[in-house]
T-cell receptor, first 115, second 116 residues
């Protein structure tokens, strides 16, 4: 079975500072990895995904994530955050060979950007 | 509308009552998922539909929970004899057919259930 651990429940950061949201996964098989974002009072939307190929993936709004197989990590980064990035971020995993779209999500990390 | 639609957006009920939550997926999306979002618990998978069938209902927490999907479209999640621990936001998502799916789920805004 797959599982996801997001190491920080809350990350406060000042505007224009860099940020890293940490995600570790556990799986005995190949996986696909995802970051979703949930803005206040909105549904979740896909930020970026890793399926295969280059381990550095870029997403919307200037976010990027790096897949590290040896560390079983998929940390999300942004070099300079904006107030509008304040949201909850979820890391998720899908078994690569699965014929369903079922995702296993982490507990979420609240990013709070301060002026 | 173009997105996943859920109703009601908010539901307050008394302990022991039954509730029904509705999800209208994106047109053409054959796969539909229910998740539960509780404070500090992240998103908990409940059930997955492919068409009208539910090949994975492993996340339903008890036999008080059931779901159905008709016409390959609208789905209803029913919670019988609600308990206070059922209070959460229930999220519905849809996606393209599973064999084509690479993980992008499209979520509704959720139904917030409060059990008094």
């Amino acid at each position: 079975a797959q599982s996801v651990t997001q190491l920080d429940s809350q990350v406060p950061v000042f505007e224009e500072a860099p940020v890293e949201l940490r995600c570790n996964y556990s799986s005995s098989v190949s996986v696909y990895l995802f970051w979703y974002v949930q803005y206040p009072n909105q549904g979740l939307q896909l930020l970026l995904k890793y399926l295969s190929g280059s381990t550095l993936v870029k997403g919307i709004n200037g976010f990027e994530a790096e897949f590290n197989k040896s560390q079983t990590s998929f940390h999300l980064r942004k070099p300079s955050v904006h107030i509008s990035d304040t949201a909850e971020y979820f890391c998720a995993v899908k078994r690569g060979s699965s014929n369903t779209g079922k995702l296993i999500f982490g507990q979420g990390t609240t990013l709070q950007v301060k002026p | 509308g173009a997105g996943v639609s859920q109703s009601p957006s908010n539901k307050v009920t008394e302990k022991g009552k039954d509730v029904e939550l509705r999800c209208d997926p994106i047109s053409g999306h054959t796969a539909l998922y229910w998740y539960r979002q509780s404070l500090g618990q992240g998103l908990e998978f409940l059930i997955y539909f492919q068409g009208n069938s539910a090949p994975d209902k492993s996340g339903l927490p008890s036999d008080r929970f059931s779901a159905e999907r008709t016409g390959g479209s609208v789905s209803t999640l029913t919670i019988q004899r609600t308990q206070q621990e059922d209070s959460a936001v229930y999220l519905c998502a849809s996606s393209l057919a599973s064999v084509e799916n690479t993980g992008e789920l499209f979520f509704g805004e959720g139904s917030r259930l409060t059990v008094l």
